[in-house]
């Protein structure tokens, strides 16, 4: 095995096997979508610290849940275009096994955030009375600081576990990051506690939370038909049903990607699904919390000075 190993200084990305001329698209379309997912997310942050009326625990988590995908989104995202633009450019070994931290840490963080906001919104919909005292601002910045304490640590596990592997001569990574299953596969030495560690956190942080989440929105969706009001129900309806179609979109790829039996070659549809993930998801998360809130469009109006200027 000594002859096959050495001292892996860099990895080659081989991304998407496609043409030169359909890499220069899919560039320029990335590119957009990049931009569109950093202004996306940077408007809800400015709105969130420009506006009084969203200075709420809702709110609070939401602006982490931007960073975290505008975090998330970095992390991937500019290799992928560098790979489109120079498939045979090489990546450093420190700037992978980087690469593969910081995307498992805003990956988990963000995870465990949209529980913590599930759970927002069942104190705030099945409490409503008891809500500013279960809610307290301590509370809110005790879970956000514990999601990211999370996500960090968990990451730290799997890149313990990782750096002391040898890692073969063929440095080819058959992906469009340093995606940490795609990683493991280049090492030369026996990988079933990472595995079984990779697929553990995944249960941890996808099935389990996304259970709990369910379990709240039945609660919710209970105590929201048990409204009198038609308007309540309207608003309720309006404030749950955008967080969780975020929620949806985003363990549902994930639960699929780590967590699924790996029966037949699934290997390119999970390659386009972490694609999906890492660059739609951020994307379409302020989109879909801004088409489907109308909390955040009307402190967008009142940002712009559209309100007032209507009033005139």
């Not at 700037?95 to 913590?116: K, N, S």
């Not at 599930?118 to 809500?131: E, G, K, N, T, W």
């Not at 509370?139 to 968990?154: E, F």
């Not at 985003?250 to 070659?265: K, L, Q």
């Amino acid at each position: 095995m000594g002859d096959n190993m050495s001292s892996v200084t860099e990895f080659i990305l081989l991304g998407f096997p496609l043409n030169t001329r359909t890499q220069m698209l899919l560039f320029g379309l990335f590119s957009l979508f990049y931009v569109l997912t950093l202004l996306g997310n940077g408007v809800i942050l400015g709105l969130i610290s420009l506006d009084p009326r969203l200075h709420t625990p809702m709110y609070f988590f939401l602006s982490h849940l931007a960073i975290a995908d505008m975090a998330y989104a970095c992390s991937t995202v500019p290799q992928m275009l560098a790979n489109l633009l120079s498939p045979a450019k090489p990546i450093s070994f420190a700037g992978c096994i980087t690469q593969t931290f910081l995307f498992l840490t805003f990956a988990v963080t963000e995870c465990l955030l949209l529980v913590v906001m599930s759970y927002d919104r069942y104190v705030a919909i099945c409490h409503p009375l008891r809500y500013s005292v279960i809610m307290s601002w301590r509370v809110c910045v005790m879970l956000v600081v514990t999601s990211w304490t999370i996500g960090v640590l968990l990451s730290l596990v799997h890149l313990v576990l990782l750096m002391p592997l040898p890692f073969c001569m063929a440095q080819k990574i058959d992906h469009f990051f340093c995606e940490i299953m795609a990683v493991l596969k280049l090492a030369c030495a026996d990988t079933h506690i990472n595995e079984l560690m990779v697929l553990a956190g995944a249960v941890s942080v996808l099935v389990g939370p996304f259970s709990s989440v369910i379990i709240s929105y039945v609660c919710i969706f209970r105590a929201i038909l048990r409204l009198q009001s038609g308007e309540g129900q309207s608003k309720a309806f309006s404030t749950c049903s955008s967080h969780l179609c975020v929620v949806g979109l985003f363990y549902g790829t994930a639960i699929i990607m780590y967590v699924e039996p790996r029966y037949g070659n699934p290997k390119e549809q999970k390659k386009y699904l972490l694609l999906f993930h890492s660059l739609f998801n951020p994307m379409l998360n302020p989109l879909i919390y801004t088409l489907k809130n109308s909390e955040v469009k009307n402190a967008m109006k009142r940002v712009l000075g559209i309100e007032s200027f209507m009033k005139r």
